[in-house]
């Protein structure tokens, strides 16, 4: 008997999925050469991280960049960048993912230009911008402009490359980092869609694109999702997410294709959710969450790109990238999973759990309808502050030990691993003079460009900004004319302003029937009394761009609840800002958060700030991805007490906290 012709067995093979690393760091040349190693080694498509400076719209040599240059992703600064990022690499045959949001506009445009300088044609280039600025609301903070402003900008892209680019995907909705900030399955649908409602919404009210063409927008919409370890439940997830978009967009915008309803999406598995305690656990989490997206064929993800093993630990090596892109083929060429229509339809117990979760995100969905929309949901605070409570809902439950995470609250006992042995570097280190080039780079460039042309193309955006014309062109011109990130970025601030989202600690709730917590109370209130304060004062801070506040978010709601006064002013505050509002506030502590790697940068300077206004007294604790050598460093520097993710026990972190104070002030015990 052929084995080919099997009952159950398609007539051909389901095609693979776009396979792509998510890669980026240090310079466009370094990325480059990454990208043409990964290319060679079967990648089908690029995944581009762009460094913090870039995605907040910053120049390499802005007072905010310090530390930050090259980190998390490349340095895009200009034309110049986007051509030497792309050197020799077609982007006529190239699907490229760009994932960037507040300035999108402007790296599309970028991404345009050299691709038309290559002589690709525009109409054949594919790719994706992520281009979603709620989620930077609400989980990875690297918005700029109010929501409403922000939009505008989303809906321009989208009308533009409607015209010029029908094959890229001009909007990526973004769910993956709702589930890092938190999210259950049921929020992570239903705030997702309540976003793409938004855009389509904005998209058809702009007057930019005809009525029968919303068909087109719709197929042009995509999505970008989480996958966590439960595998089962993410296969119902999306499910229901290719459910209810196949409801909203032939009832809400009246699509009758049902081709162009169909629902696409791209993922990346759970970075958050990989360990740095027995970090070899991470292979496993990775291929689980692999298969969340990829067994059901109705459901099946388009493009996927894996993190590594060691991202709890830093930024990964090109090895361990070549390793998370092996999982991806041997799932797709050597097992026999797209042999088969979909393994899930007609089961019982599917149907149910996506039933389950269609009626919950449908309930959601409505309820942010009903507040105006997302923007109003992001602008009171609802949003933030539901993704903080779920957060610290799925913390405690992880300190009860009710959700078992292998290695870090149960199974602790381990083998010492040849992975992470004394004596092997077990992340990619980005050189120090990385930095120090990229602010030599974008000052040579400024120097050698046309002034008259600069200006010009500045003073026509922000015009233009002033009213609703389509910014793309004014944008394109900007790019022509060798303005820089920063600068494009400037012009629309001066029009549009900036904008501080919720930080959402108002919904934070406490911690239960936490047994510890009653203890720690107790010693904070006796802490407070041996000082002769009325209350212990915390100063969460968040120096730099690093946007990431999830961490900090519960260490502030965890701290408050055990009896501190807690001062948070959110996201992206420079060493002098933080410093100041250390002694205004009179604070008995600063706690300072860092997941970019900007720690030997951002820290110094705030330990610095203080010796200079007169608290060199005042205790410095830092948490974040930090090595064990930087830790080393940054302890000797004076901080007191580093954390990393391995210290999961918030109540245990607070109770050490108070530890800090009390040998900060003599205190006994």
């Known amino acids: 008997m052929d084995e080919k012709a099997l009952p159950g067995r398609l007539p051909e093979r389901d095609r693979p999925w776009v396979m792509r690393t998510y890669a980026g760091h240090s310079s466009a040349a370094a990325t480059n050469a990454l990208f043409r190693r990964n290319l060679a080694k ?46 020799g690499i077609p982007l006529a045959e190239m699907n490229t993912s760009m994932t960037i949001n507040a300035p999108a506009m402007w790296l599309l445009a970028l991404y345009g230009t050299v691709g038309a300088e290559q002589g690709a044609e525009l109409v054949r280039c594919a790719g994706t911008t992520q281009n979603d600025i709620i989620k930077e609301y609400l989980s990875r903070g690297t ?27 001009p909007v990526n909705i973004c769910s993956y980092h709702l589930q890092e900030a938190g999210a259950t399955p049921v929020q992570e649908v239903g705030f997702a869609l309540a976003t793409a409602v938004a855009v389509l919404d904005e998209v058809r009210d702009s007057g930019q694109v005809p009525a029968e063409r919303m068909g087109d927008v719709v197929q042009r919409i995509s999505f970008f999702v989480n996958a966590g370890v439960r595998f089962v439940e993410e296969i119902a997830k999306m499910r229901a997410f290719g459910a209810l978009w196949d409801e909203i967009t032939r009832e ?16 990346q598995v759970n970075s958050l959710g990989l360990t740095e305690a027995q970090p070899e656990n991470n292979i496993q989490r990775i291929v689980l969450e692999m298969l969340g997206v990829t067994f059901s064929r109705d459901a099946r993800a388009r493009a996927v ?20 892109l092996r999982m991806q083929q041997v799932l797709a060429y050597e097992s026999d999973l797209l042999e088969y229509p979909d393994l899930f339809e007609g089961s019982h ?59 870090v609250n149960r199974f602790t006992e381990t083998e010492p691993s040849p992975l992470t042995a004394a004596g092997a570097e077990a992340v990619e280190q980005v050189d120090p003079a990385v930095e120090a080039a990229a602010v030599s780079s974008v000052r040579e460039w400024r120097a050698g460009r046309d002034g008259a042309a600069v200006d010009a193309a500045l003073a026509r955006l922000r015009a233009d900004a002033a009213t609703t014309t ?11 004319a060798g303005v820089t990130t920063g600068e494009w970025s400037g012009a629309l601030r001066q029009v549009f302003g900036e904008y501080r989202a919720p930080t959402g600690l108002a919904g934070g709730a406490g911690a239960g029937s936490d047994a510890g917590l009653a203890a720690v109370r107790e010693r904070v209130a006796a802490t407070a009394r041996e000082l002769g304060s009325g209350r212990l004062r915390l100063l969460v801070g968040k120096p730099g ?35 100041a509002a250390a002694v205004e506030e009179d604070v008995d502590l600063v706690g300072l958060s860092v997941l970019s790697g900007s720690h030997l940068a951002a820290v110094p300077a705030v330990l610095d700030g203080l010796r200079a206004a007169g608290r060199g007294d005042l205790p410095v604790v830092v948490g974040g991805i930090i090595p064990a050598g930087d830790a080393e460093a940054l302890r000797a520097a004076g901080v007191a007490r580093v954390f990393t993710p391995k210290d999961f026990a918030l109540t245990g972190i607070i109770d050490e906290l108070v530890s800090v104070i009390r040998e900060a002030n003599d205190l006994a015990g």
Request: hydrophobic residues 45%; proline residues 5%.
């Open 252 to 267: 809400r915008y009246g699509v009758q294709n049902p081709k162009q309803r169909r629902f696409r999406y791209g993922v």
């Open 42 to 87: 079967g990648q089908t498509g690029l995944s581009v991280a762009f460094d913090l400076p870039t995605q907040t719209g910053y120049d390499p040599d802005h007072e905010l960049a310090s530390g930050e240059v090259g980190r998390v992703g490349v340095p895009v600064a200009h034309l110049g960048d986007m051509r030497a990022l792309f050197e």
């Open 545 to 579: 761009l690093d946007g990431h506040s999830n961490g900090a978010e519960q260490i502030a709601v965890r701290a408050r609840d055990a009896g501190f006064e807690v001062v948070y002013q959110g996201i992206r505050l420079t060493a002098g800002q933080i410093v």
């Open 143 to 169: 918005h700029i402009f109010p929501p409403a402003a922000s939009l505008r900008l989303t809906a321009d892209v989208i009308a533009y490359t409607l015209r010029e680019m029908p094959k890229w995907n």
């Open 470 to 480: 389509n910014l793309m062109a004014a944008t394109l011109e900007c790019v022509r």
């Open 305 to 324: 790109q894996l993190p590594a093993w060691n991202e709890a630990l830093g930024l990964p090596r090109p090895w361990d990238q070549q390793w998370s």
């Open 349 to 407: 117990v599917m149907t149910g759990l996506v039933d389950g979760i269609v009626a919950g995100a449908r309930v959601e969905l409505e309820k942010v309808l009903e507040m105006g929309g997302v923007v109003a949901a992001v602008e009171t605070g609802y949003l933030k502050s539901a993704l903080v409570a779920s957060l610290a809902d799925r913390r405690r439950r992880m300190e009860s030990g009710a959700d078992v995470v292998v290695g």
